[in-house]
């Protein structure tokens, strides 16, 4: 059978997304995926983004990732998105790429993708089930089948126990307070056995 194609598409300001996408990105090629891991075009300013030192750094660091295009959303099959919380929604990068899709949602190009979605916030009632939510939302109007973890795997429990989607808080030093990464790996093995089936 062939390799199901995984787009894990994120929003990173200091990287707390840019690490759980890349233990999707882990998870899924050891599944056999073929995985391509991208970024959303940055919006704000630099004069924004070299007051935060966090954020200038991981802005720096991840200068060679790809910028995710419409391309990566029709190419895949399965499709996981990562995105910080604001305001307990989507950050506006994320936020913006998603509007950018209409010419592929109107062609019906976004028609039963395989969909799970991930998030942080700054304290853990700071809306990241909310923004879970809120990107699912759009799915729905793709037509998209939203995959959530559930509590289909013991890692939910460790990692805080959201069963839309794996999220996590950051503290005041940047790291992340609950222990997530097994609960990623599961999410995205998950999503790409759901693929498979919807592939076959």
Known sequence: MEKVKLSIIY???????????TWAKEAATEAGAEVRLVKVPELAPESAIVQNPAWKAHYEATKNVKEATSDDIEWADAIIFSTPTRFGNVASQMKQFIDMQGGLWSAGKT????VSAMSSASNPHGGQEATVLSLYTSMMHWGAIIVPPGYTDDSAFVSGGNPYGVSVTQDQNGKMVE??????????????????????
Do not use: F, M, P, W
């Open 111 to 114: 028609t039963n993708k395989v």
């Open 11 to 21: 929003y990173s300001s200091t990287g707390i997304n840019y690490q759980l996408s």
């Open 179 to 200: 222990d997530v990464e097994a609960a990623v790996k599961h999410q995205a093995k998950r999503t790409i056995e759901v693929a498979k089936k919807i592939k076959a």
